[in-house]
């Protein structure tokens, strides 16, 4: 029986695409007052160690899709290279993270975009309308994030320009105020805005849609990380500027409240838009990506093998995608995610972890990279994760352990019958 497959129908610059709209999205209006709480200033210094762990991650991430040019990134990259074992523990760590990251996302949308008292509803609709785009073919989702990706730098431009308008806020590049959180404090934001680089995984999971894969792929990546990373920069140094990192912590739209700072009164509604059109491309990259994780696992046994299911015309992974927006829905209807965010840290940093040892342990027909760069990866997702708040590691342990557990038994059923 002929396993089912996906189509190759993306290019480099839907690829690009892609990474940018799950990169460039709400953490980038909303990541720097959690990050100025751990590190005042210092948040400049964790955005640097984030971009670097992140790019040990990211080198790892382009070396494993260029030789393994299929659905369900880090999960298939672990199965191959490592066995079944640690490609559950990355595609387990991968879907339950982001799903809660996808919670999150549609929130963020709501609190932009909804009139007060109406978050929840529409944050079920905004789910509900990306999971039916992704239904009608992934040429479309390419699409639609080009759409996103272009206002959404189109209003950070206006932001920054807003923002460099504004009165310079004294003494935010002083050495007590780079300092203010110490190194803990500092490494703790660099696990908060390590997340901003982490959309270049969705490309790699749609390695099975990508031409020219091993060429297409790794070129995708380095380009849309090096994008990211320089908006993400310019927008730290604006943020900071304008507000000073006592006003930047205590702002839960700190990209709006700089841009209120220049007495630009029109630009500040066009930020908030933009952060809604950001929250909203990100969740569609992240259902597009959880779902074709979940569709590789289920192929593979590993998730009920209904979830493997290829829709015969728009040619997705339908089953698997309704099963993820049916989650995140339940989530978003019931669940206040806010204390959630550390735990789906916690689980994206296990499935690079997982990513980096299995760059690592290619031979050199397959090395693009020097091992230096996994080192740094690997070592980064285990300093990084051990920075979080411990209810967020405890809550992560908790559910890889289940997760492990729902494996054993699955096993142990099959060797019986």
Known sequence: MTSPSLQRRLGLGDAVFIGLGSMIGAGVFSAWGPAAVSAGSGLLIGLAVAAIVAFGNATSTAQLAARHPTSGGTYAYGRAELGPWWGFIAGWGFVIGKIASCAAMALTFAAYAAPAGWERPVAVAAVVGLAAVNWFGITRTAQLTRLIVVVVLLTLAVAVAAGAAAPDAQGWLTPSAMWAGGWYGILQSAGLLFFAFAGYARIATMGEEVRDPGRTIPRAIVLAFTGALVVYALVAVTVLSA???????????????????????????????????????????????????????????????????????????????????AVVVLLVAVVDLRGAIGFSSFGVLLYYLVANIAAFRQHADARRFPRALQTIGAAGCVILGLTLPWQSVLAGVVVALAGVGYRMLRLRLTRAA
């Open 243 to 325: 507000l000073g990192p006592d006003a930047t912590a205590a702002s839960t739209d700190p990209v709006a409240a700089a841009t209120a700072a220049s007495g630009w009164r029109w630009a500040e509604p066009v930020v908030r838009v933009g952060a809604a059109a950001a929250s909203l491309g990100a969740l569609l990259a992240l259902i597009a990506g959880i779902g074709r994780t979940t569709f590789a696992m289920a192929r593979e046994g590993d998730l009920p093998r209904a979830l493997a299911g290829v829709h015969p015309r728009w040619h997705v992974p339908h089953r698997a995608e309704v099963a993820v927006a």
